[in-house]
């Protein structure tokens, strides 16, 4: 035979074996993700199945904004819940920042980027008055009488104001963000003040509040 056909032959038994070869296995398919569990919402249970926050109805935020809840869970979680933005049970610098402005801006009735003396009055009067600052002597029943027989008058108490609402001891949050003293409160004194505060309530240093930090609220009353 041809040696050339012989090699023909050859080449096209090559390319018809080739062309049989059986596939190769595809690769298995990836399983489908699973979803996690999903938020709980239920009355005396904080969104996300965490523990609800302690304390009484009534809260004062670390900004100054009033809670006062109507259902089971305290004013602290409700405040909470609404500044955790994607409900993670963390409060980041981001997030603490722009729970401030939202409430700086309902504070800043006429839109001037100030928070003014009238400002600062509606608030006091009108938005909080839970932080008026009442009887500084503390419980005058609990007077006493030293050897003497002068009166001991009670100490005062170590929260007035909106510090007994509230996880920071001031009495006045919002005019206390007042840097310059000169009764008037712009975005940015505000800002800042946000900041330090976060800084007070993150026990741990990392730039979180994480719910666990957080003082435990007995009542409006507490000490804590």
């Known amino acids: 035979m041809n040696p050339n056909r012989v090699a023909l032959l050859a080449l096209i038994f090559a390319l018809a074996a080739q062309g049989t070869a059986p596939a ?5 398919a990836a399983p489908p993700a699973t979803k996690g569990p999903g938020e709980i919402t239920v009355q005396g249970q ?3 199945g965490f523990a609800p926050l302690s304390g009484s109805k009534d809260f004062i935020s670390p900004m ?4 006062r809840s109507t259902d089971s869970l305290s004013g602290a979680e409700h405040w909470f819940a609404q500044a955790d933005t994607n409900h ?4 980041s610098q981001a997030e603490f920042r722009a729970d401030a402005a939202r409430f700086f801006t309902l504070l800043d009735t006429d839109h001037d980027g100030e928070i003014g003396p009238i400002e600062i009055q509606h608030y006091e009067q009108d938005i909080a008055p839970e932080i008026e600052v009442v009887n500084t002597y503390g419980d005058l029943s609990k007077a006493t009488t030293d050897s003497d027989g002068k009166l ?5 108490p170590t929260r007035l104001g909106a510090g007994r609402f509230s996880y920071l001891a001031m009495p006045e949050p919002v005019i206390a963000a007042d840097a310059n003293l000169d009764r008037g409160i712009t975005a940015k004194e505000f800002q800042d ?3 330090k505060r976060l800084k007070m309530l993150d026990f741990n ?3 979180v509040i994480t719910r666990d930090e957080l ?3 007995a009542s409006p009353h507490s000490d804590r």
């Open 152 to 156: 001991q008058l009670p100490p005062y």
């Open 88 to 91: 993670n049970g963390r409060l």
């Open 215 to 217: 003082p435990k609220l």
């Open 193 to 195: 003040a946000a900041d």
């Open 64 to 67: 100054g904004e009033p809670f």
């Open 46 to 48: 904080a969104t996300g």
């Open 24 to 28: 190769q296995p595809a690769s298995p």
């Open 205 to 207: 240093g990392d730039g």
